[in-house]
């Protein structure tokens, strides 16, 4: 059974920095995968912000945080992190992470909701001005 916890949310000031991991249990990394952090603010839909297909290590970033978030991976402790510099109050959202289940051969796939199927419960992150 495959499960994600994340952790390393908190309260910090703009400008600051937070990096959140989610440990990954039962997923093999050694297949090409799509793994990502979500993001869903109060009253707005859930966007993706960070995709990496994992086998490959290619990654995508979303255009509102790119030049500030950095998605990475570390296969021998099945944890996938995300490193958030100079926050911002718009940063302010749970952040969740998701894994997929089918094998791809292009990140592409990596950018749509709809291909992952396993899901965190969130850690929420809250950027003060």
């Known amino acids: 059974q495959v499960q994600l916890v994340e952790s390393g949310g908190g309260s910090v000031q703009a400008r600051g920095s937070l990096r959140l991991s989610c440990v990954v249990s039962?997923?093999?990394?050694?297949?090409?995968?799509?793994m990502g952090w979500f993001r869903q603010a109060p009253g707005k839909e859930r966007e993706g912000v960070a995709h990496i297909l994992t086998g490959t290590g290619s990654t995508h970033i979303a255009d509102s945080v790119k030049g500030r978030f950095t998605i990475s991976q570390d296969n021998a402790k099945n944890t996938l992190y995300l490193q958030m510099n100079s926050l911002k109050p718009e940063d302010t959202a749970m952040y969740y992470c998701?894994?997929?289940?089918?094998?791809?051969?292009?990140?592409?796939?990596?950018?749509?909701?709809?291909?992952?199927?396993?899901w965190g419960h969130g850690t929420q992150v809250t950027v003060s001005s």
């Open positions: 039962g997923y093999a990394y050694s297949y090409s995968r799509c």
């Open positions: 998701a894994a997929a289940r089918t094998v791809r051969s292009s990140s592409w796939y990596c950018l749509s909701t709809s291909e992952y199927n396993y």
